[in-house]
């Protein structure tokens, strides 16, 4: 038997039996998704690849719970492609596609839009009054993004953060301030998933003076020494406020305007507190020591000069200013150099060595001391150009003026005597004044 015809007989039978088989069904796969990132609140086409002509259903997350988002048919080549919104809210932008039974969790990218930030306030404020003020925060396409922003100061060079706010809906948080002070202000408003971060530029807000600041001659010489302004005055007038002397003024006043040998101890003094308008036009918190048998006729005084609103440049107390070798007290050249208004001071007068002055009793007043000088043995002290030069508010040379007739109502006797208006002395009511050996006559600061 020949092989080769039977062979070639085989080869035709098998090749037929292949080619009549039916084709193998392709395994099913998982959807394939992918999006292009969008803002939100707009929608996204969301890319479908599944088998051709498959049914693929969409769903989406809503509250912890799957809702349907639609249905699209692939294509012959397998591909669709779905409108699918986007959130603010990335737990809401998880979507699942479920194809032949298969499913693909997905996460729609969501893009954060630029926005911008604004603060707004009046340029202007009168010190103690609150103002409005407003912060604005809105997207590039002017839609209002709710959320935190927090509104800061710029203090001793630094940015200090205030208060955190609520934007609403509409993009606007409102709150109200009380700056005592000249401030700038900002905003910051931190990203969100959907809102990128922004800062404002800054507001400068201006704070005026309450009242009339004081006009002194241009020619008029500027105190030698300066001093911090004491703090802003708070409460209504000038809510005057006297107790003993605490503890820490004790330490500071003890080898300085107070020391051993003095004729008046810690339990015959008092500390007042008292507001006073200064020489800006603001409200001040001043506080100054005195003889408990006079402080309250003191406190009158310098009450009825606020509510005539007579200023006074600065109230420290003296102790302030150090020990002095000349005076054997605080530093009273000091203090009137910086046009300081103090009381107690246990010292020799200004220019007379071993001469105690009616400070050391508690008992003396100097107001206003650089605009009202005081001739002591050496010359005037503290300014030589004042003596020739009166003001209606801050310096007196006749007994008409309103400050000396305001003490002389509280029984405070102004000591002029041609060579020292700063100088009143408290006389108890029914009291007598002090008397100082050697003082009769000559005035004795």
Same mark, same amino acid.
């Given at each position: 038997?020949?092989?080769?015809?039977?062979?070639?007989?085989?080869?035709?039978?098998?090749?037929?039996?292949?080619?009549?088989?039916?084709?193998?069904?392709?395994?099913?796969?998982?959807?394939?998704?992918?999006?292009?990132?969008?803002?939100?609140?707009?929608?996204? $086409?969301?890319?479908?690849?599944?088998?051709?002509?498959? @049914?693929?259903? !969409?769903? /989406? %997350?809503?509250? =912890?719970?799957? *809702? &349907?988002?639609?249905?699209?048919?692939?294509?012959?080549?397998?591909?669709?492609?779905?409108?699918?919104?986007?959130s603010?809210?990335?737990?809401?932008?998880?979507?699942?596609?479920?194809?032949a039974?298969?499913?693909?969790?997905?996460?729609?990218?969501?893009?954060?839009?630029?926005?911008?930030?604004?603060?707004?306030?009046? $340029?202007?404020?009168?010190?103690?009054?609150?103002?409005? @003020?407003?912060? !604005?925060? /809105? %997207?590039?396409? =002017?839609?209002? *993004? &709710?959320?935190?922003?927090?509104?800061q100061?710029?203090?001793?060079?630094?940015?200090?953060?205030v208060?955190?706010?609520?934007?609403?809906?509409?993009?606007?948080?409102?709150?109200?301030t009380?700056?005592?002070?000249d401030?700038?202000?900002?905003?910051?408003?931190?990203?969100?998933?959907?809102?990128?971060?922004?800062?404002?530029?800054?507001?400068?807000?201006?704070?005026?003076?309450?009242?009339?600041? !004081?006009?002194?001659?241009?020619?008029?010489?500027?105190?030698?020494?300066?001093?911090?302004a004491?703090?802003?005055?708070?409460?209504a007038?000038?809510?005057?406020?006297?107790?003993?002397?605490?503890?820490?003024?004790?330490?500071?006043?003890?080898?300085?305007?107070?020391h051993?040998?003095c004729?008046?101890?810690?339990?015959?003094?008092?500390?007042l507190?008292?507001?006073?308008?200064?020489y800006?036009?603001?409200?001040?918190?001043?506080?100054?020591?005195?003889a408990?048998?006079?402080?309250?006729?003191?406190?009158?005084?310098?009450?009825?000069?606020?509510?005539?609103?007579?200023?006074?440049?600065?109230?420290?107390?003296?102790?302030?200013?150090?020990?002095?070798?000349?005076?054997q007290?605080?530093?009273?050249y000091?203090?009137?150099?910086?046009?300081?208004?103090?009381a107690?001071?246990?010292?020799?007068?200004v220019?007379?060595?071993?001469?105690?002055?009616?400070?050391?009793?508690?008992?003396?007043?100097?107001?206003n001391?650089?605009e009202?000088?005081?001739?002591?043995?050496?010359?005037?002290?503290?300014?030589?150009?004042?003596?020739?030069?009166?003001?209606?508010?801050?310096?007196?040379?006749t007994?008409?003026?309103?400050?000396?007739?305001?003490?002389?109502?509280?029984?405070?006797?102004?000591?002029?005597?041609?060579?020292?208006?700063?100088?009143?002395?408290?006389v108890?009511?029914g009291?007598r004044?002090?008397?100082?050996p050697?003082?009769?006559?000559?005035?004795?600061?």
């Amino acid at each position: 038997m020949r092989l080769g015809p039977l062979l070639a007989s085989l080869s035709v039978v098998l090749a037929g039996t292949l080619l009549s088989a039916p084709p193998v069904a392709a395994e099913p796969s998982a959807p394939v998704l992918s999006a292009a990132a969008s803002y939100a609140d707009r929608a996204t $086409a969301l890319s479908i690849t599944a088998a051709p002509e498959t @049914l693929v259903s !969409v769903e /989406r %997350t809503l509250d =912890g719970a799957w *809702v &349907p988002a639609g249905a699209v048919t692939t294509d012959a080549e397998g591909h669709a492609t779905l409108a699918v919104a986007v959130s603010r809210l990335p737990e809401r932008n998880a979507v699942r596609a479920t194809a032949a039974g298969l499913t693909t969790p997905y996460q729609l990218p969501l893009r954060a839009i630029a926005t911008w930030t604004r603060v707004i306030g009046p $340029a202007t404020v009168v010190d103690e009054r609150t103002i409005p @003020l407003a912060v !604005v925060r /809105r %997207t590039s396409e =002017g839609v209002g *993004v &709710p959320g935190p922003v927090v509104l800061q100061r710029l203090v001793s060079g630094a940015w200090r953060s205030v208060q955190t706010l609520r934007v609403d809906t509409t993009g606007v948080a409102r709150t109200r301030t009380q700056p005592r002070d000249d401030s700038r202000w900002r905003a910051v408003s931190p990203a969100q998933a959907w809102a990128a971060s922004s800062v404002s530029p800054q507001v400068a807000i201006d704070n005026l003076p309450p009242g009339r600041a !004081v006009m002194l001659p241009r020619s008029a010489p500027a105190p030698r020494r300066t001093l911090p302004a004491q703090a802003r005055a708070t409460g209504a007038g000038a809510r005057p406020v006297i107790t003993k002397i605490p503890d820490g003024v004790w330490r500071s006043m003890v080898g300085r305007s107070w020391h051993r040998g003095c004729p008046v101890g810690r339990s015959g003094l008092r500390l007042l507190r008292i507001n006073y308008w200064d020489y800006s036009g603001y409200r001040r918190r001043g506080e100054l020591v005195a003889a408990a048998s006079v402080v309250r006729q003191m406190s009158g005084a310098l009450k009825d000069m606020y509510d005539a609103r007579l200023p006074i440049r600065s109230m420290y107390r003296v102790d302030r200013f150090g020990w002095s070798g000349r005076v054997q007290g605080a530093d009273d050249y000091a203090s009137m150099a910086a046009g300081n208004t103090s009381a107690f001071n246990c010292r020799w007068v200004v220019g007379r060595p071993g001469v105690r002055s009616p400070h050391a009793y508690g008992r003396a007043l100097d107001v206003n001391t650089w605009e009202n000088p005081y001739r002591s043995s050496q010359g005037w002290v503290p300014n030589a150009w004042w003596p020739a030069h009166s003001d209606p508010r801050v310096a007196w040379r006749t007994s008409s003026h309103p400050v000396v007739r305001i003490m002389n109502r509280h029984g405070l006797r102004w000591t002029y005597r041609v060579s020292d208006s700063q100088h009143f002395d408290a006389v108890p009511r029914g009291g007598r004044p002090i008397v100082v050996p050697g003082c009769e006559v000559v005035v004795c600061h």
